[in-house]
């Protein structure tokens, strides 16, 4: 009984354990879950703003193979085409972006790939300032040293230029033949691009809602324009080698939000191609993965081996802490003890026994006695007892060992040294 209670505090401790790990949990199992902590337009984000219901519905199409890719875009492996998603994009990418992410999109677009480029919600721009008269206290002399700083700076820039040959622009802008531009509070609606005839490749359910100020000014060939939003090219589309490029200035019909309120079946499906394996990027967004012990263990699908490393290492916690046998009940007094043969003496009776043979006890314990009463052999009679002593050793030495009495010689030797007390 006294053992069963010892042990209830840390059965308790042990259910508490187990239950605040399982609501810790169940908390973060709801915040994956959400996905809240991803960014927005993220494959792993199922709220509103995620992408995830896109992701999810491209993976249960027959004959589809959808991945996520956490890294950078020159890591990516294969050379077989598919469609590459970078959903979500700011819209400086157009004009710096890292130019080894663009010459990649292009690898993949001529070798038959399909890249969309879904741009994330921009706000309206301010017009730029007015073009306002001169001060009247700057005096003539200023204008005319800015002027002819001006003129120098022009002359110069001019020469310039003249001597260095003209570099290619190292943006995607520069390179694609594109202009982005954007909306502004007070501009005047823009009309479409010149001879910009727009024949929708795909059939939309409803208008589609564009919650964007950017769009592409002026598409020039091989541009060609799939969709206007206010007269605005806002969906553009050329082809790149074998394969093609998409640019969506809106990444909201990508979204969870409008798959579940404002769905095209036809847009997603005219984004997606003819290519059956699907590729979303995630390192644009900060989503990335570092290859890691953890990470072979997720990829494998190990975590079984997990939960069981660590119920061994319970068990092996809990059996160094608490025995499974009894222990047993602790000798009471002395005289127990002297019953069950553990005193002091039938402890030393059993250690000679174990190191010391029967016919050396004799010789052994002579040499004891000699090393304890060494100072009283200077003494008149103990030296020549001693002699006595060793000559009665040196004959039993001579004989077999199955004619010594190690019994009887030990008697003699006490007699021999009892004859007369030491002093």
Not at 74 to 93: N, V, Y
Request: hydrophobic letters at 40%; glycine letters at 8%.
């Amino acid at each position: 009984m006294t053992a069963g209670r010892k042990q209830i505090p840390l059965l308790l401790a042990v259910l508490f354990a187990v239950a605040f790990a399982a609501g810790l949990y169940g908390l973060l199992a709801l915040r994956f879950a959400g996905g809240d902590l991803y960014p927005a337009y993220s494959t792993l984000r199922a709220d509103p703003l995620g992408s995830k219901a896109f992701h999810g519905a491209l993976e249960k199409l027959p004959g589809f193979s959808v991945s996520r890719h956490l890294q950078a875009l020159g890591k990516l492996k294969g050379k077989e085409p598919r469609t590459l998603f970078l959903i979500g994009l700011d819209a400086s990418f157009l004009d710096f972006a890292d130019p080894a992410d663009f010459k990649e999109l292009e690898r993949l677009a001529e070798g038959g790939g399909r890249v969309v480029l879904a741009f994330a919600p921009e706000g309206y721009r301010k017009e730029g300032p007015c073009d306002e008269p001169a001060e009247p206290d700057q005096s003539d002399q200023s204008d005319k040293s800015d002027k002819s700083d001006k003129s120098d700076k022009s002359d110069k820039s001019d020469q310039s230029d003249q001597s260095e040959e003209p570099d290619e622009k190292p943006s995607p802008a520069g390179r694609w033949g594109l202009t982005p531009a954007y909306l502004t509070q007070r501009g005047e609606p823009l009309e479409g691009p010149p001879g910009a005839v727009v024949e929708a490749p795909f059939a939309l359910t409803g208008p589609l809602s564009v919650h964007t100020a950017l769009y592409f000014e002026a598409p020039a060939p091989p541009w060609r324009v799939a969709h206007l939003a206010g007269g605005r090219p806002v969906l553009i589309e050329r082809p790149f080698g074998k394969g093609s490029l998409v640019l969506l200035a809106d990444a909201f019909p990508l979204s969870n939000e409008a798959l579940r309120h404002e769905r095209h079946p036809g847009l997603l499906a005219w984004l997606v191609g003819e290519n059956r394996q699907v590729v979303f990027a995630e390192a644009h967004l900060g989503v990335t993965s570092s290859p890691g012990l953890m990470e072979l263990l997720r990829q494998y699908r190990l975590h079984g081996l997990l939960a069981v490393l660590g119920l061994l290492a319970l068990l092996v916690a809990w059996k160094n802490a608490v025995p499974l046998v009894p222990p047993a009940p602790e000798p009471d007094g002395e005289a127990e003890a002297a019953a069950l043969g553990k005193d002091h003496f039938s402890g030393l009776v059993n250690l000679l026994r174990r190191n010391i043979p029967a016919r050396e006890l004799p010789e052994v314990a002579f040499r004891e006695w000699r090393r304890s009463f060494g100072r009283e052999l200077e003494r008149e009679g103990n030296r020549e007892r001693a002699e006595r002593v060793e000559e009665l050793l040196a004959e039993a030495a001579k004989r077999p060992a199955r004619e010594r009495d190690p019994e009887a010689e030990f008697r003699q030797i006490v007699n021999i040294l009892a004859e007369r007390k030491l002093r």
